[in-house]
């Protein structure tokens, strides 16, 4: 803290709010956060989007999801680019807001760390606010709403232009969702390759569904040389930092020795943790594993237990092999009701894979491809 900042500190709100910082910087987080709190409620827009990231993330004050949306709310108001785009992340993400009766000074949740679903509207509201004041972020998640959001909010064209200006800015994010876009209308070697460059550049700074989408690409050559070697790298990185298909692809890759050195345990293992974080093919090749048996001997019990978890999670072909052995399968209790139950299903749940399969991988979302 500089002697100026010491002499004004008890009268100025932003040497407060600096000397707070200053404070949590140094690891006195409770006191940084008692400095912040007076300068917030003195008028510090900086303060108040600060106290708004303590309540957040639990930094000298018990983590309270409410207050986090309350100061934050106060700061955006105001004109904070920081707090608008971290408003539209929270009802991006599902934040759980009740309709208020007071002023905004009494805008709490009805309870904290209450989830719900994602609030696209108010989401886009504060978005374009933040991508409109510069911030390179906010323009990324614009583009993502945009993009993933209800059908009445979707413009294709729009979401492209905000992610250019925050790939520009230097925003990894905005990069990785221009190479997504570019690569939804690609229909030239030219345009994959464009596409492809945008996503290395996201996967560079570590955005895991970047690392698993360039993967993929360098396993069949879209935009980039084929190079099965390094594709399994790729979706090792990803899978390291629990993005679920990449961890499933990573699996398959070794089972079948597919540019990697073939190491069936290991990658049974993968497979194990793609299908645990709920990854219904991963299930459903475990099932398939067990129940064909080859290097070790079938295990139906054990296949019927996989291909169990794989059909309740939607996976059509799964529910059919799963029928199979209910009928037909000597090492399992038999059960008419249950195969009967899962032919009816298969049917329906093809249509939910198809349609799980289009999905958008979300810029914003952790670890959850």
């Not at 059919?320 to 059960?335: E, H, N, P, S, V």
Request: charged share 20%.
């Amino acid at each position: 803290m500089s002697f100026v900042d010491q002499l004004t500190a008890p009268l100025s709100s932003s040497a407060r709010a600096r000397h707070g910082v200053k404070l949590l910087e140094s690891g006195r987080t409770a006191q940084g956060f008692r400095h912040l709190a007076r300068a917030a409620r003195s008028g510090s827009i900086d303060a108040q989007y600060r106290v708004g990231q303590c309540y957040l993330e639990g930094v000298g004050v018990p983590q309270a999801t409410g207050e986090a949306v309350r100061w934050f709310e106060r700061a955006a108001e105001a004109g904070s680019a920081e707090a608008q785009f971290y408003l539209a992340l929270l009802y991006v993400r599902g934040v759980s807001v009740p309709k208020q009766s007071g002023g905004g000074a009494k805008a709490l949740f009805v309870s904290d760390d209450q989830s719900g679903g994602s609030d696209f509207a108010t989401a886009l509201k504060w978005a374009r606010r933040a991508a409109e004041s510069g911030s390179a972020e906010g323009q990324a998640l614009l583009g993502y709403i945009l993009t993933s959001g209800p059908d009445a909010l979707r413009d294709p064209a729009e979401a492209e232009r905000w992610y250019q200006r925050s790939a520009d800015a230097g925003c990894p994010q905005g990069s990785f969702g221009l190479g997504v876009s570019i690569l939804r209308r690609a229909q030239d070697e030219r345009t994959q390759t464009e596409a492809a460059h945008h996503i290395a550049k996201a996967s560079e700074a570590g955005i895991p569904t970047a690392l698993y989408l360039l993967g993929a690409l360098t396993e069949f050559g879209m935009g980039v040389p084929r190079d099965l070697p390094a594709a399994v790298e790729l979706y090792r990185k990803a899978a390291d930092k629990g993005v679920r298909i990449a961890q499933r692809r990573l699996g398959l890759a070794l089972i079948n020795g597919h540019g990697v050195k073939r190491n069936m345990v290991e990658g049974e293992t993968w497979l194990r943790r793609a299908a645990l974080a709920g990854d219904a093919e991963a299930a459903a090749h475990i099932g398939i594993l067990y129940a064909r048996g080859g290097e070790l001997p079938p295990n139906y019990v054990e296949a019927a237990t996989w291909l169990e978890r794989a059909a309740e999670g939607g996976h059509a072909a799964a529910a059919r092999t799963l029928a199979q052995l209910y009928l037909f399968c000597t090492r399992i209790a038999r059960d008419q009701g249950l195969a009967t139950l899962c032919l009816q299903c298969a049917p329906e749940l093809a249509i939910t894979s198809s349609q799980a399969d289009s999905s958008h991988m979300g810029l914003f979302e952790e670890g959850k491809s």
